[in-house]
């Protein structure tokens, strides 16, 4: 017990000197503190549309005081679409939605207002008719009866 006494008392003193573990000494730098610049008034905008009829668009203002106003949107080939227009300032960030997209509801949760529209009927190509083909148990294949599909 003596040397389990001992131990911790040394190892205690070699602690508090640090002559068991020397971390390295770590400089503080702190960055330095950068004036805002005021904002400057500037537009942007894009359009795109790919090769399956698909569009989006994107258009943005500053006004030099920074707000923010703007809108972006997507339709697809089939009618269906959202556009998003906004206002971004000092009293938050402010949306308005239109779509005509499945299972959206005329609402306004946590102030963002919603405007639904009836969406378009979309019209679906038939799939071509499909032979059916009865499997049948052959003598040295044991397995059940099925059946499955093939095309025409």
């Not at 052959?138 to 599909?149: E, K, N, S």
Request: charged share 20%; proline share 7%; aromatic share 10%.
């Amino acid at each position: 017990m003596l040397k389990v006494l001992v131990l911790c008392m040394l190892a205690s003193a070699a602690y508090a000197g640090n002559l068991l573990y020397s971390a390295p000494a770590v400089k503080v730098i702190q960055a330095p503190v950068v004036a805002a610049e005021k904002p400057e008034p500037f537009d942007f905008s894009y359009d795109t549309k790919d090769d399956d009829g698909n569009t989006q668009s994107r258009q943005e203002s500053g006004d030099g005081s920074g707000a923010v106003t703007g809108s972006y949107s997507y339709a697809d080939a089939n009618g269906l679409y959202r556009r998003v227009s906004f206002t971004a300032d000092a009293g938050g960030f402010k949306p308005s939605i239109e779509t005509n997209e499945p299972g959206t509801a005329n609402a306004n949760p946590a102030d963002v207002q919603v405007s639904v529209q009836e969406a378009p009927t979309v019209k679906v190509k038939a799939a071509p008719v499909q032979k059916i083909i009865k499997l049948v148990h052959a003598p040295y294949y044991h397995a059940p009866w099925a059946y499955g599909y093939a095309h025409a």
